[in-house]
């Protein structure tokens, strides 16, 4: 085995190996001691502009810097708020703008500048307000002597409540906060219903008068063909296709009335006059709906279902033909209906016994909607959910006399969306042409095609022209 004869100093780990790592470290010491030396001129220079910054009144031109300095030190986010990189051009200083001994400023209109110039100033502005400023040795600043691209770059020590204020001002955002309808804050029908006369037992259909289908008398009522509206077709549960009813109902329009009320009426048909109708048939001559429609705003929380509302009363009278032009089946449905009978429901994980009255299903539309005044959302869901069928339940209920079967559709309960919905479209009802009509929902295929129950048009109704409906008298027995 032979042994090592170089140097110790020459071998690996030798004396030569700690040399070059002796001069390693102290070239480490001298580039750190640099670095400090080089940091403490700067922050020197950087307090000296930030004394020379300020005129010895104690007043300042900056738009960026008023406020106290520590304000400036301990808001973090003030650099990221500020509106120093925002697309405008110009900046102004607010007019309750103050200097930081609490004397008011001077006005300067500063231009802004780019987003490369903004980065590069707003890093330097942490070290510049860490400073104690003393004003007894601030001294004026001149727009010549500093640069204008630096001023709005600077720390912005304005409040947050401020900020947000003058930001809420720009035109721009207020553009964006626009609704395309206006919600009503309050109740505009307070007092409409008191200042009408009340009227003891009208005559049935004597408050609106017909017109011919043809014509567009505004405050009129109109026939219209069962055949206009569509419904489940024969082969609906393979291709959930709809068709156009047959253009024959079970019963057709004899007459309308509006009412006012201070609070929604119930089994109207007691309080008015029902003309006299001898029929054989086994189901009822006359057939009324009373569609209640709320005056009073929705609210969210209390959920209101009674107060200051409208009801739209709507007579029917069964078809001479309706043995021969109706099926069997729907015959059938009628008077399940009209005798609250029950029906098994499939439902998960068992069947359930509903009422048979939960078919009832209502078909509603406006037939102009093009010639209303609608913003553009509005007019695209008017187009969206127009003609679409809904299910009354459980909004309704069912009263039987002696000549009559009676359906109240309560709005009163509808949902809140629902509700405020129809609120902001109520003072455009007048324009609208309305087709209204009622079916029995078809659950089984021998039960299709669908058949129309009833269907009228009702014409630009304006309701304020309408009176009162007195409540306070013996109904008919």
Not at 85 to 93: A, G, R, T
């Amino acid at each position: 085995m032979g042994a090592c004869v170089s140097r110790p100093e020459s071998c690996v780990g030798g004396k030569f190996g700690a040399q070059k790592r002796k001069k390693f470290r102290k070239r480490r010491r001298i580039t750190a001691i640099k670095n400090r030396a080089t940091s403490s001129r700067s922050s020197d220079r950087s307090s000296d502009q930030l004394e020379n910054a300020f005129p010895s009144d104690g007043s300042f031109n900056n738009p960026s810097l008023y406020g106290s300095v520590e304000e400036a030190w301990f808001d973090s986010a003030a650099i990221f708020e500020s509106d120093c990189c925002s697309d405008e051009e110009f900046q102004s200083v607010s007019d309750d703008a103050r200097s930081l001994d609490g004397f008011e400023t001077e006005h300067v209109h500063v231009p802004g500048n780019s987003s490369a110039s903004c980065n590069s100033t707003c890093n330097s502005v942490t070290g510049i307000a860490k400073t104690r400023i003393q004003p007894n040795k601030v001294k004026p600043v001149f727009l010549s002597e500093t640069s204008l691209s630096c001023l709005p770059c600077l720390a912005s020590t304005v409040p947050p409540v401020e900020k947000r204020r003058s930001s809420s001002s720009s035109p721009r955002k207020k553009a964006a906060l626009k609704l395309p309808f206006k919600w009503k804050d309050g109740n505009s029908n307070s007092g409409l219903v008191s200042s009408k006369s009340l009227l003891q037992r009208p005559n049935a259909g004597s408050q609106v008068p017909v017109c011919p289908f043809e014509k567009r008398i505004p405050n009129s009522w109109s026939r219209i063909e069962a055949g206009s509206f569509r419904i489940r077709g024969e082969n609906y549960f393979r291709d959930k296709k709809k068709e156009f009813a047959p253009n024959y109902a079970a019963y057709y329009p004899i007459g309308v009335d509006v009412f006012l009320s201070q609070r929604k009426i119930n089994h109207i048909a007691q309080l008015v006059e029902l003309p006299v109708i001898e029929s054989s048939a086994n189901l009822p001559p006359i057939l009324v709906v009373n569609v209640q429609i709320p005056l009073y705003p929705a609210t969210l929380f209390q959920n209101e279902t009674d107060g200051e509302g409208i009801s739209f009363v709507l007579y029917f009278k069964l078809s001479d033909s309706y043995a021969k032009e109706l099926p069997y089946h729907f015959q059938d449905g009628i008077r399940k209906l009209i005798n609250d009978e029950m029906e098994k429901a499939k439902g998960f994980p068992i069947d359930n016994i509903v009422p048979y009255r939960e078919r009832l299903k209502i078909l509603g539309r406006v037939a102009n909607v093009d010639d209303l005044p609608l913003s553009a959302a509005e007019r695209k869901l008017m187009h969206a959910y127009n003609e679409k069928p809904v299910l009354s339940r459980p909004q309704h209920e069912f009263y039987v006399g002696e000549n009559y079967f009676e359906i109240d559709l309560d709005m009163h309960r509808f949902s809140y969306i629902s509700r405020k919905g129809f609120e902001a479209f109520l003072d455009r009802l007048k324009y609208c042409i309305l087709d209204f009509g009622l079916t029995i929902q078809a659950n089984k295929s021998e039960e299709l095609p669908e058949q129309m129950l009833c269907c009228i048009r009702l014409n630009e109704i304006d309701y304020e022209n309408y009176q009162q409906l007195g409540l306070n008298q013996e109904p008919l027995e």
